[in-house]
């Protein structure tokens, strides 16, 4: 374990856990990040940044699924080693977490064991992601509970197994739900809804998609409340 002094922490970089539904424009969120870019393609959806000029591009193949583990940890590792890359997105990481609990269930008859095992692996994952000061952005597909309540509170979550879930996303500052109203992409962080959420960068709660990593500036956005204050007031 490191030590560090007052005022002497270590700088890092941000990561960002975005999941929604199929559409919702996940993928296409890796255009607002800056520099030279890595995306691990689970679900083979990378054609929305074919043409971007900075990012390379990884995909599994068939022969890859039976040792995905191991294939993913080799070439995160290359990828964090890589002084070119800048940012790291691993997208689905639905579809990585059933190939990993497909290569699990064969090796252990143990259902217990077996979620345990794939818990643990997410869980080195991130802490390397964490660890290796590069950006981070990941993606997931979303579940929709909805239980016939009124409020909808608590609908959505991310399709993973709900300890794994959190094994992974612990280590990252940013985790919301994005969606689509009224023609524009939402991304929800705000978990007193009840949706898996948190935003450890900023006070933001709810933001337009293309706003995830460059936020207004905080005068603009005290600007606007008192612009609608001020309106409330008038009607």
């Given at each position: 374990?490191?030590?560090?002094?007052?005022?002497?922490?270590?700088?890092?970089?941000?990561?960002?856990?975005?999941?929604?539904?199929?559409?919702?424009?996940?993928?296409?969120?890796?255009?607002?990040?800056?520099?030279?870019?890595?995306?691990?393609?689970?679900?083979?959806?990378?054609?929305?940044?074919?043409?971007?000029?900075?990012?390379?591009?990884?995909?599994?193949?068939?022969?890859?699924?039976?040792?995905?583990?191991?294939?993913?940890?080799?070439?995160?590792?290359?990828?964090?080693?890589?002084?070119?890359?800048?940012?790291?997105?691993?997208?689905?990481?639905?579809?990585?977490?059933?190939?990993?609990?497909?290569?699990?269930?064969?090796?252990?008859?143990?259902?217990?064991?077996?979620?345990?095992?794939?818990?643990?692996?997410?869980?080195?994952?991130?802490?390397?992601?964490?660890?290796?000061?590069?950006?981070?952005?990941a993606t997931a597909h979303a579940i929709d509970k909805d239980n016939g309540g009124i409020d909808g509170q608590g609908r959505y979550e991310a399709d993973m197994n709900l300890k794994t879930f959190n094994a992974f996303t612990s280590m990252f500052d940013l985790v919301g739900r994005i969606y689509v109203k009224?023609?524009?992409?939402?991304?929800?962080?705000?978990?007193?809804?009840?949706?898996?959420?948190?935003?450890?960068?900023?006070?933001?709660?709810?933001?337009?998609?293309?706003?995830?990593?460059?936020?207004?500036?905080?005068?603009?956005?005290?600007?606007?409340?008192?612009?609608?204050?001020?309106?409330?007031?008038?009607?």
């Open positions: 374990m490191r030590f560090f002094t007052p005022g002497n922490f270590p700088e890092h970089h941000n990561m960002y856990f975005i999941y929604g539904d199929g559409g919702t424009g996940k993928t296409s969120l890796l255009r607002l990040f800056k520099g030279k870019k890595v995306l691990f393609s689970f679900d083979m959806s990378y054609n929305v940044i074919k043409d971007t000029g900075d990012t390379s591009l990884l995909v599994l193949e068939k022969k890859d699924l039976s040792m995905v583990q191991a294939l993913v940890d080799e070439m995160v590792d290359r990828a964090i080693a890589n002084p070119d890359f800048d940012v790291i997105c691993l997208d689905n990481v639905t579809a990585l977490q059933n190939y990993v609990l497909d290569n699990i269930e064969h090796a252990a008859k143990d259902n217990r064991q077996n979620y345990n095992a794939m818990q643990k692996w997410f869980r080195d994952l991130g802490s390397r992601l964490r660890q290796s000061n590069k950006t981070v952005y009224d023609g524009e992409r939402l991304i929800d962080l705000d978990p007193e809804q009840g949706n898996h959420a948190k935003n450890r960068i900023d006070d933001r709660k709810l933001i337009k998609a293309d706003e995830l990593i460059e936020p207004k500036q905080k005068e603009d956005i005290t600007e606007q409340e008192e612009t609608k204050g001020t309106a409330k007031k008038a009607s």
